[in-house]
């Protein structure tokens, strides 16, 4: 999507030796705008200043700037826009907004590629990195992709990942926030675009050779909190069977009494799905990156560089008080500020602490895992049985695909019986018996010793979804989607969200597993 140019040297490895910013001797700034329809170019003075604003969190940059309106100036939303200093390319983006004052004056808003991460969508994804999560993106939305860093970590391919309805944007940060996690030393990354290329770098690489005293600012503002990311305790909660019922169970805690004792209890809860394996890493690493104040530094006026973005090293030598930093931080915002032979930036900046301290007070996490899948094989175990598989559930939805049943628009549970007979013994007898409400099928099928559960969100292929009080079933394809009968189209079809198999926008209420492996 955007102009592909050389780019500055922006790319600075830390080399042993910490300098500070450096003044380039002459500044020289280039604005241009082409206009997609007619190719035509304009280079703009503009007035005031140019701000360009960079984020972490796959936030897209921002670039601000004022024009007079002038009829010869025909530039119009979604042209590209380019911002060079000394040659070197800066920013490449695209406008999002015009707003004209009564001076004849329009402020000009643009935004790079980033910005198209803001739309909303929905993946299925088995062992997938993060990298190539976010190659497949780009490639679905035409986004120019430069250099990534490999994230190595993949998600897990049983059960599937599902994304719906979210913002490209969070499944990003979800992944690279997992990637985090789950990988060794825990390696954090940052999605950016660099000069109209969307490129991914690694926390160490993100190290410049930028040093900055007390003598590169002219204001600062420091910040301590334990309000806003601060947990100093942590437990999983899980549903355990518990004979024809369940229960809530904590089956994972990690706390710290020291800071519990000075805070009061700062908890993070952690639900997760059945198949789950790694909540407990998760946990550990939420106590070791969170259980500690959040430490957040503004400062104004710094003489400005480029290379600084979100995601940036910088090495800050200052006394903030309660503590000396002598150390690389982490920028979380920058704001640059170009004028005439003047650059000059803001940076909000975090201070990233060594991992806290906690102690494990309970971990039965994994028997939790063995005791949910065991009943699940008890509760289903005519299923097992019947020798029901994944194949025999994707051969059932083929075969039944179109089908009109005898019932016409009433026709759901005689529908899922059908499908059922071709991979569990008890739903081909329901269907044999000629069963068509939902009740009796759900109190025969508990006869047999299954057990209606609270829908979670979660379902394995074949399990039985119901809907409002007994109203409605489908069978559950475990990616997110279903088989059913449709009464308003007449006949058996599948469903790519199981939120629309009943009344638009409406999850199922409870589940019957069934087994099928």
Same mark, same amino acid.
């Given at each position: 999507m955007a102009?592909?140019?050389?780019?500055?040297?922006?790319?600075?490895?830390?080399?042993?030796?910490?300098?500070?910013?450096?003044?380039?001797?002459?500044?020289?700034?280039?604005?241009? !705008?082409?206009?997609?329809?007619?190719?035509?170019?304009? =280079?703009?003075?503009?007035?005031?200043d140019i701000q360009i604003t960079r984020?972490?969190?796959?936030?897209?940059?921002?670039?601000?700037?004022?024009?007079?309106?002038?009829?010869?100036?025909?530039?119009?939303?979604?042209?590209?826009?380019?911002?060079?200093?000394?040659?070197? !390319?800066?920013? %490449?983006?695209?406008?999002?907004?015009?707003?004209?004052?009564?001076?004849?004056?329009?402020?000009?808003?643009?935004?790079?590629?980033?910005?198209? =991460?803001?739309?909303?969508?929905?993946?299925?994804i088995g062992a997938m990195t993060a990298t190539e999560f976010i190659k497949m993106v780009a490639e679905d939305y035409h986004l120019n992709c430069g250099y990534m860093d490999n994230t190595v970590w993949k998600t897990p391919d049983t059960p599937k990942t599902v994304f719906k309805d979210t913002s490209l944007q969070e499944m990003i940060c979800r992944l690279l926030d997992k990637t985090a996690i789950f990988t060794p030393n825990h390696a954090f990354y940052h999605l950016?675009?660099?000069?109209?290329?969307?490129?991914?770098?690694?926390?160490?690489?993100?190290?410049?050779?930028?040093?900055?005293?007390?003598?590169?600012?002219?204001? %600062?503002?420091?910040?301590? @909190?334990i309000d806003k990311d601060t947990y100093n305790y942590v437990k999983i909660v899980r549903t355990i069977p518990n004979g024809a019922d369940s229960k809530l169970e904590n089956t994972f805690i990690a706390k710290d009494d020291k800071n519990i004792a000075k805070w009061g209890r700062l908890q993070y809860l952690i639900i997760p799905k059945e198949k789950d394996i790694n909540a407990v890493a998760e946990a550990k690493a939420i106590m070791a990156h969170k259980n500690k104040k959040t430490r957040e530094i503004k400062l104004k006026n710094v003489i400005g560089d480029v290379r600084v973005r979100g995601g940036s090293l910088i090495y800050i030598n200052r006394n903030f008080g309660d503590i000396i930093v002598n150390n690389y931080m982490m920028v979380t915002s920058v704001t640059h500020t170009f004028k005439t032979g003047f650059h000059g930036m803001d940076l909000d900046l975090r201070y990233v602490d060594n991992d806290a301290v906690?102690?494990?007070?309970?971990?039965?996490?994994?028997?939790?895992?063995?005791?949910?899948?065991?009943?699940?094989?008890?509760?289903?175990?005519?299923?097992?049985?019947?020798?029901?598989? @994944?194949?025999? %559930?994707d051969t059932a939805f083929n075969a039944n695909n179109g089908r009109v049943s005898q019932y016409g628009s009433e026709g759901c549970v005689d529908t899922a019986c059908a499908a059922g007979s071709y991979y569990n013994k008890d739903l081909a007898d329901e269907y044999n018996k000629g069963t068509s409400r939902v009740d009796t099928l759900r109190n025969n099928l508990e006869a047999k010793g299954y057990v209606t559960e609270q829908y979670n969100g979660y379902a394995n292929k074949g399990d039985?979804?119901?809907?409002?009080?007994?109203?409605?079933? %489908?069978?559950?394809?475990?990616?997110?989607?279903?088989?059913?009968? @449709? @009464?308003?189209?007449?006949?058996?079809?599948?469903?790519?969200n199981v939120n629309y198999a009943w009344r638009n926008d409406e999850a199922p209420t409870k589940i019957i597993r069934m087994g099928a492996t």
């Amino acid at each position: 999507m955007a102009v592909n140019e050389s780019k500055t040297a922006e790319q600075s490895q830390i080399n042993g030796i910490i300098t500070p910013i450096p003044m380039p001797i002459q500044l020289h700034y280039a604005l241009t !705008v082409i206009n997609k329809s007619t190719g035509d170019a304009w =280079l703009i003075e503009p007035q005031d200043d140019i701000q360009i604003t960079r984020a972490v969190d796959c936030v897209p940059s921002k670039m601000t700037f004022k024009v007079p309106k002038d009829p010869n100036l025909n530039f119009e939303e979604g042209d590209t826009v380019k911002f060079t200093l000394n040659g070197g !390319v800066v920013f %490449v983006g695209f406008v999002f907004e015009k707003q004209r004052d009564g001076k004849n004056t329009i402020l000009v808003t643009c935004y790079d590629q980033l910005r198209y =991460l803001k739309n909303k969508d929905c993946y299925v994804i088995g062992a997938m990195t993060a990298t190539e999560f976010i190659k497949m993106v780009a490639e679905d939305y035409h986004l120019n992709c430069g250099y990534m860093d490999n994230t190595v970590w993949k998600t897990p391919d049983t059960p599937k990942t599902v994304f719906k309805d979210t913002s490209l944007q969070e499944m990003i940060c979800r992944l690279l926030d997992k990637t985090a996690i789950f990988t060794p030393n825990h390696a954090f990354y940052h999605l950016f675009d660099d000069g109209g290329e969307l490129r991914l770098a690694s926390f160490e690489t993100m190290k410049t050779d930028i040093y900055i005293d007390d003598e590169c600012m002219q204001d %600062v503002q420091y910040t301590t @909190s334990i309000d806003k990311d601060t947990y100093n305790y942590v437990k999983i909660v899980r549903t355990i069977p518990n004979g024809a019922d369940s229960k809530l169970e904590n089956t994972f805690i990690a706390k710290d009494d020291k800071n519990i004792a000075k805070w009061g209890r700062l908890q993070y809860l952690i639900i997760p799905k059945e198949k789950d394996i790694n909540a407990v890493a998760e946990a550990k690493a939420i106590m070791a990156h969170k259980n500690k104040k959040t430490r957040e530094i503004k400062l104004k006026n710094v003489i400005g560089d480029v290379r600084v973005r979100g995601g940036s090293l910088i090495y800050i030598n200052r006394n903030f008080g309660d503590i000396i930093v002598n150390n690389y931080m982490m920028v979380t915002s920058v704001t640059h500020t170009f004028k005439t032979g003047f650059h000059g930036m803001d940076l909000d900046l975090r201070y990233v602490d060594n991992d806290a301290v906690y102690e494990v007070a309970k971990d039965e996490d994994a028997e939790a895992v063995k005791k949910i899948e065991a009943s699940k094989k008890t509760k289903s175990g005519s299923a097992t049985a019947a020798g029901g598989t @994944s194949g025999q %559930v994707d051969t059932a939805f083929n075969a039944n695909n179109g089908r009109v049943s005898q019932y016409g628009s009433e026709g759901c549970v005689d529908t899922a019986c059908a499908a059922g007979s071709y991979y569990n013994k008890d739903l081909a007898d329901e269907y044999n018996k000629g069963t068509s409400r939902v009740d009796t099928l759900r109190n025969n099928l508990e006869a047999k010793g299954y057990v209606t559960e609270q829908y979670n969100g979660y379902a394995n292929k074949g399990d039985l979804l119901l809907y409002g009080n007994d109203d409605h079933v %489908v069978i559950a394809d475990g990616a997110g989607g279903c088989f059913g009968n @449709s @009464s308003s189209k007449g006949y058996a079809m599948k469903y790519g969200n199981v939120n629309y198999a009943w009344r638009n926008d409406e999850a199922p209420t409870k589940i019957i597993r069934m087994g099928a492996t």
